[in-house]
């Protein structure tokens, strides 16, 4: 059983289309972090979420954290074939990154 | 802006062969990380230094070993490779870090994929 499940774990949609992909827990976290990892290459930090609650915003990407802290969405606006990619949440847990499996996004032009 | 660099990109073993993968970078990041990827897994960490000349293990240490004897070097050994150990492996480092602070933003390279025939 993995402390970090994502879904949907793959999700192909048409650019324009709007989507949400979900980050869970049953534990509680004073942090997490969203990656985004492109083929061939290695994840980059899209943002990190510290309070309950936070909602941040990065251009058409709206991520979110659960008021109890356990749980985060990312909500994709219009989107792009660029945004295509794997989507991965993180926590920390004493000096480690834990990670969830991923969601597979593809935005078919 | 080099960042992170792995070296090789691609190696193919056979069995019980032992290699080394190579990870430096130029950041000053005093902590340095090996993950490996498998599909549906997810990222599983091998092995993390917090500084020169200290290591830990993560969730899957068993088949690998590693050394920091720089801050900007931090290599990867598989003894005596396996097929199990078929995969992309990454290395990732950040800033100083404290059980408070927490990991922050880890920069990874670009991966070494790796076949054990």
């Known amino acids: 059983t993995q402390l970090l499940e994502q879904s949907p774990q793959f999700l192909s949609i048409q650019e324009g289309e709007n989507l949400t992909v979900y980050c869970n827990s049953s534990s509680v976290f004073s942090s997490l972090q969203w990656y985004r990892q492109e083929p061939g290459e290695g994840p980059v930090l899209l943002v990190t979420?510290?309070?309950g609650g936070e909602v941040k915003k990065l251009k058409r990407l709206t991520f979110q954290f659960g008021d109890a802290r356990k749980d985060s969405s990312l909500h994709i606006t219009a989107a792009q074939p660029g945004d295509t990619g794997l989507y991965l949440c993180?926590?920390?847990?004493?000096?480690?990154?834990?990670w969830g499996a991923g969601t597979k996004l593809i935005i078919k032009p | 802006n080099a960042g992170v660099t792995q070296t090789p990109k691609f190696q193919v073993l056979k069995t019980g062969q032992s290699m080394t993968l190579q990870c430096a970078q130029d950041m000053n990041h005093e902590y340095m990380s090996w993950y490996r990827q498998d599909p549906g897994m997810g990222l599983r960490l091998i092995h993390y230094s917090v500084g020169a000349g200290i290591t830990d293990q993560g969730e899957v240490p068993n088949g690998y070993n590693v050394s920091r004897s720089t801050t900007e070097d931090f290599p990867l050994r598989l003894l005596s490779a396996a097929p199990s150990q078929t995969s992309v492996y990454f290395c990732?480092?950040?800033?100083?870090?404290?059980?408070?602070?927490?990991?922050?933003?880890?920069?990874f390279g670009e991966g070494s994929r790796l076949t054990v025939l």
């Open positions: 979420v510290v309070t």
């Open positions: 993180a926590v920390d847990s004493n000096y480690q990154l834990i």
């Open positions: 990732a480092s950040s800033y100083f870090i404290t059980r408070q602070s927490g990991t922050g933003e880890l920069f």
